[in-house]
């Protein structure tokens, strides 16, 4: 048979510090053992992201820098050898451990994100604030978003424009906490 393409879901942060990572990786974790399917976590947090923190991994040797640093090389079994496994059963692929001067391309981002959902039944991704991953995969149809958001004056603030610029168009797949 055929294998479906694995389901996507983004946690974005109208700004830093409302809780994305900490959603995004309980969200992962219940959903590693609720399903035997598997489960991928992609922390884009940058400068620094802490998922591996949250979930109080060791320092992971490899990062999402490895896997887009050259694109062409990305296939299944790179993935893998990128990725750190958790107790739970969830895998991590972490944020870089440094100020990365890597820089990721729409391409590149696009073509992670096809190889994960290839391979795992569900991707957990936390975009941190990343507005600027919006023009890649991340945001398409298929995925289900969650703004994290809130109640301050500049978060609804930046809810409100983040709704009006990127999902003025899609509100089914939006979920707004």
């Known amino acids: 048979g055929v294998k479906t393409a694995g389901q996507v879901f983004v946690f974005l942060g109208a700004k830093g510090g409302c ?5 995004a990786s309980n969200f992962a974790m219940l959903v590693a053992q609720e399903s035997a399917q598997g489960a991928l976590l992609i922390d884009f947090g940058l400068p620094l992201g802490d998922a591996v923190i949250n979930l109080g991994m060791a320092t992971p040797n490899y990062s999402t820098a490895n896997a887009l640093t050259d694109p062409s090389r990305l296939d299944a079994r790179f993935l893998s050898s990128l990725v750190e496994k958790h107790p739970s059963g969830l895998s991590v692929l972490a944020a870089p451990n440094d100020f990365s001067s890597s820089t990721a391309t729409v391409e590149g981002i696009d073509k992670l994100i096809e190889i994960a959902r290839q391979n795992f039944s569900y ?31 500049s978060e609804l603030r930046n809810s409100n424009r983040i709704i009006n610029r990127y999902f003025s168009l899609r509100l089914r797949s939006l979920q707004i906490v």
Do not use: H, N, P
């Not at 809780?19 to 959603?23: A, D, F, K, N």
């Not at 507005?131 to 398409?140: A, C, G, I, R």
């Open 19 to 23: 809780g994305v990572t900490s959603l």
């Open 123 to 153: 991707v957990v991704v936390d975009a941190g604030s990343r507005v600027d991953l919006m023009e890649s995969k991340l945001f398409d149809e298929s995925s289900t978003v969650y703004l994290i958001t809130q109640v301050g004056i």
